[in-house]
T-cell receptor, first 114, second 113 residues
Framework: GENVEQHPSTLSVQEGDSAVIKCTYSDSASNYFPWYKQELGKRPQLIIDIRSNVGEKKDQRIAVTLNKTAKHFSLHITETQPEDSAVYFC?????????????FGTGTQLKVEL | NAGVTQTPKFQVLKTGQSMTLQCAQDMNHEYMSWYRQDPGMGLRLIHY???????DQGEVPNGYNVSRSTTEDFPLRLLSAAPSQTSVYFC????????????FGPGTRLTVT
């Protein structure tokens, strides 16, 4: 099945700096890559996603890039704010034999310091 | 719309007991799924359904059963609870028959002693 690795596990940045979280996936047939944000004690919430026919997608301060050849995708947060502090999860959907199963990375704890 | 709802919010079980975690959505979503979340392990798929009457196994299905008799409801049954099933359980749904843009419920925190 699909395997998703996520790095780093913790990330601390100063307010206003940029943050980058990287994920790799194992199955080249995977075709959908969402990112979820989870605040402490809350449910995961989708913040951005990208499909395999697109290389980059941006939504205000958040962007995701996808490199299908290298099988990795990244989340970029610019001008970080304290409210960006949370755990972020990447995920990959599809692939051979797992067409409707979403596989998650292990998460990145982002802390934005004042 | 209430979105995705889950009951109960908290539950304590003794080893060997059985129970059902409830999940419901009022968005007419076809795809529904159950995940468990353990520290340092992300979210792992237990079972999923692409529509009423159709269910399939995820990554960690052992010890759990599901059924999907209606579009709205997708209960998760623990047959004989074990301490290894102590976790936070999330239900999620999405509009199509695939796991795009999933909406998560608030979660159920289960402790098995």
């Amino acid at each position: 099945g699909e395997n998703v690795e996520q790095h780093p596990s913790t990330l601390s940045v100063q307010e206003g700096d940029s943050a980058v979280i990287k994920c790799t996936y194992s199955d080249s047939a995977s075709n959908y890559f969402p990112w979820y944000k989870q605040e402490l004690g809350k449910r995961p919430q989708l913040i951005i996603d990208i499909r395999s026919n697109v290389g980059e997608k941006k939504d205000q301060r958040i962007a995701v890039t996808l490199n299908k050849t290298a099988k990795h995708f990244s989340l970029h947060i610019t001008e970080t704010q304290p409210e960006d502090s949370a755990v972020y999860f990447c995920a990959a959907l599809g692939g051979r034999g797992g067409g409707n199963k979403l596989t998650f990375g292990t998460g990145t704890q982002l802390k934005v310091e004042l | 719309n209430a979105g995705v709802t889950q009951t109960p919010k908290f539950q304590v079980l003794k080893t060997g007991q059985s129970m059902t975690l409830q999940c419901a959505q009022d968005m007419n979503h076809e795809y529904m799924s159950w995940y468990r979340q353990d520290p340092g392990m992300g979210l792992r798929l237990i079972h999923y359904s692409v529509g009423a009457g159709i269910t399939d196994q995820g990554e960690v299905p052992n010890g759990y059963n599901v059924s999907r008799s209606t579009t709205e409801d997708f209960p998760l049954r623990l047959l004989s609870a074990a301490p290894s099933q102590t976790s936070v359980y999330f239900c999620a749904s999405s509009y199509a028959g695939v796991a795009y843009e999933q909406y998560f419920g608030p979660g159920t925190r289960l402790t098995v002693t």
